[in-house]
């Protein structure tokens, strides 16, 4: 590129004494071009994108003009009573399933670790199936077994001799509905994250503990649960931001309703953006849900790291 | 012995748990070959299976098939040709009416597009993500260049953002960009994904720089040393991230509903939400849907389980 013959020697004598950046970026030009592909694409579907959702959060825009509007979109949203209900299901919601995730997913992973190697990859995928399969699909399939007349609910219950309830179709049961169908799946992803980490505990602490005459729920609730803690805390924060973010359910089954009893915030989001197409509005909710997520990991972090 | 004595105990509580936790899978199945309005010579009117209070917990078809064919035999075998052709014909009966659900979906919906459209849109976008997220993670776990740390922090730090954060501003870049409505739309936007530039960085530390310095004195280019030593050494990761990238965009559903309208360039889970918008109760066709969408996701994971389970602790360790 740059081939002067005359500027070769006093360019090198530069390098010999103090490479200066720019000699250091044509250097390492290799590296920038291995990095350019993913860097254009996290440039223009990432970056600008957060950086502008900010910015958007702030304006009003029309067809052709885009004014400022400060913080009226923020207000606006705490003063809707859609986006109220929406914060207070998703926040219910999250703290139903989270801590049912948790419990179901250390207990399953605590019942198949002792097992033999072909019943562990068994019960493993079985559990991991639900995970991979759409979640469309699943949705499609509860609002059809939440059925009043002829779902696989009413029937069941029906055998304990409860009354047919209309899960989804009245406001006292629908978000609950919702909240037992979150449960009811298998949390495939946190059984194997407890099962790989239960297996790195050394086998030592529990020969230990049997000197001493420990028990094994003794023995579980002493070493295996404060042992597994990094796990629980990244299992934590992970669902967190899961159950945060319901949505294809909610599309799928409930629409939000009746009434505003389902609506969630990324339901919320979704329709002041892309029906009503008020996009300063929208930006602002989901501004609004990133900081909720983002004091959520720190308040959890810390809470589960202080107490060692 | 404790041990010895509890197991059996603990397998039957995990299979009680694991038929629960299918039972909606298998409910999709069933649904979708349930037998619907049907009457058989013993019948006074016709009944349907779909929708029967108490549910019917298996496809009825089954059972009913066998029985006609029974009594078909039995017929012949006392001579009466006229009542066994009447049990032949309900048995093309019960055939056509058990699978009816899904003829009608392959010829007036296109689902068979949908199927092609999120086959072709994972496994590109897979393709490329894994390329692109290699090389990038070779570099920033192996050079030394001006910027690494900044550029490497800014594509971490993305990564506990929320998809909904960035959704307005995307759809607004991809219709300045003239995508709406393509599959470009779908494409694009995964590919700023950072999650694999951390996996493939992540792995790639634990290789050996001597191996590339070695390379290097035998006079192999860069493209050399990261086609005939890094990708090759890359495999297992390369692997892990492609599945799960497979089965991201295989399932994919808030973005796609946004950005593509025209029904014949869905993806399976936008299909399966327009059918289900306009077939509202009608849930054997449904679930035929349901089970087209299932089927080859399932195929997928039985192949390649084990992958799975090793992503998922390797995401877990870290460092």
Partial sequence: MNSNPNLQPSNESVI??????????????????????????????MLIPIIWAFII????????????????HYFEAFQSP????????????????????????????????????????????????????SMVIIAMVWRWMYNYRFGLFNYIIGFFGFEPVNWLGQTSTALPSLMIMAILIPPGAGIIIYLAAMNNISPSLYEAAEIDGANSFQKFMKITIPMLKPTTLYLVIISTIGSFQVFTQIIMMTGGGPGYSTETLVHVIYKTAFRDFNFGLASAQSVILFLILMGFAIAQFKALRTDK | MIRKLKKPVSITILLAIAIVSLLPLYWVFSTAFQLPSYQNEEMDRPVSYVESAPPKLY??????????????????????????????????EVREKSFGAFNRLFTRTPVMKWLFNSLYIAVLTTAIIVLIDTMAGYVLAKKDFPGKWIIFWVIISTMMIPEQVTLVPTFIIVQELQ??????????????????????????????DELIEAAKIDGASEWKIFYKIILPLARPAMA????????????????????????DLMTLPAGLKTLQDANLADFKFLMAGATVAAVPIIIFFLIFQRYFIKGLTMGGVKE
């Fill in chain 1, 16 to 45: 010999m004494k103090k490479p200066t950046l720019w000699t250091k970026i044509k250097k390492n030009k290799v590296a920038y071009f291995f990095l350019m592909p993913k860097l254009i694409f996290f440039t223009i579907f």
């Fill in chain 1, 57 to 72: 959060s702030f304006q009003d825009r029309g067809v052709f003009t885009v004014d400022y509007v400060g913080f009226k």
């Fill in chain 1, 82 to 133: 859609i986006f109220r209900a929406a914060l207070w299901n998703t926040f219910l919601y999250t703290i139903v399933t989270v801590p049912a995730f948790i419990i179901t997913a250390l207990v399953i992973a605590a019942l198949i670790q002792p097992l033999g190697s072909i019943s562990q990859t068994f019960f493993r995928s079985a559990f991991y199936l639900p995970t991979v399969t």
């Fill in chain 2, 59 to 92: 496809p009825v078809g089954i059972t009913e098939y066998i029985s006609q064919w029974q009594k078909k035999r039995e017929a012949e075998r006392a001579g009466d040709l006229e009542q066994a052709e009447v049990h032949g014909e309900l048995m093309t």
């Fill in chain 2, 179 to 208: 995508l709406f409505d393509t599959h470009w739309a779908l494409i694009l936007p995964n590919l700023a994904l950072a999650f694999g530039v951390f996996l493939m960085r992540q792995f790639l530390l634990s290789i050996p």
């Fill in chain 2, 240 to 263: 892990t991230l492609g599945i799960f990238t497979f089965v991201l965009v295989w399932n994919a559903f808030l973005w796609p509903i946004i950005v593509i309208n025209d029904v």
